[in-house]
Nanobody, 128 residues
């Protein structure tokens, strides 16, 4: 089983930048997907971005396109989410996830039910 631990969250002013990290350990795969999700109280968890680690293809939520960048370092086994031009509506708990089935290579959206392994979540707060 893979274990995931997020870091890098915190509070930032609107228009600012923040980068989240997700360090993985345990079992891995040559070609798999990793993703970032976010959730606020009373709302469904939404997929923010995903990446196919073997080929580097990415998928983004429409509202973050052009502002967020997902990447993965295969040597460090660390997933990143670079967030720029942050807005108050980006405030949420952010979760790192992994999927060994590789479905992100065949979809144009990030769906939580496709991911098997999850981190504990980390809070991002964007002030007006």
């Amino acid at each position: 089983q893979m274990q995931l631990v997020e870091s890098g969250g915190g509070e930032v002013q609107a228009g600012g930048s923040l980068t989240l990290s997700c360090e993985s350990s345990g079992d891995t795969s040559d070609n798999y997907c990793m993703g970032w999700f976010r959730q606020v109280p009373g709302k469904e968890r939404e997929g923010v971005a995903s990446i196919a680690t073997g080929i580097g293809s990415t998928v983004y939520l429409d509202s973050v396109k052009g502002r967020f960048t997902i990447s993965h370092d295969n040597v460090k086994r660390t997933l990143y989410l670079q967030m720029e031009s942050l807005k108050p509506e980006d405030t949420a708990m952010y979760y790192c996830a992994a999927d060994f089935n590789g479905w992100c290579m065949y979809t144009d959206y990030v769906e939580s039910r496709q991911f098997e392994f999850w981190g504990q979540g980390i809070l991002v707060t964007v002030s007006s």
